[in-house]
């Protein structure tokens, strides 16, 4: 596993959400009143773009659809059987770190 910078947590507001991508992959990272939260960032939907979505509620919200997902679990809000991958996230001063593999 590596820790791989994706951004700067003073761009990244509470309550927001920012897409990062490593490669080709795409991770979602939500900063839930100042916790971060870094999960899978393709919706398992029709693979709508989560990082570009949105957080209400403490829910990551896809813009294509609006599918809910738990910022802090990554279960879906409608089937708890459907769940995105979480990554351990974390700081190194302003820098926003997620652990891929």
Not at 2 to 20: F, N, Q, T, W
Not at 59 to 88: I, M, R, S
Request: with cysteine.
């Amino acid at each position: 596993m590596a820790l791989v910078r994706v951004g700067s947590l003073s761009r990244l507001a509470p309550g927001s959400v920012m897409e990062a991508a490593v490669g080709d992959q795409r991770y979602a990272v939500c900063n839930l009143d100042g916790a971060l939260h870094a999960l899978e960032g393709t919706c398992p939907h029709l693979g709508g773009p989560l990082g570009q979505g949105a957080i209400y509620k403490g829910n990551l919200v896809c813009p294509w659809h609006a599918w809910e997902f738990d910022c802090a679990t990554g279960q879906n809000d409608y089937n708890p059987g459907l769940k995105l991958a979480k990554l351990p996230v974390s700081l190194a001063g302003d820098d926003i770190l997620i652990e891929v593999g």
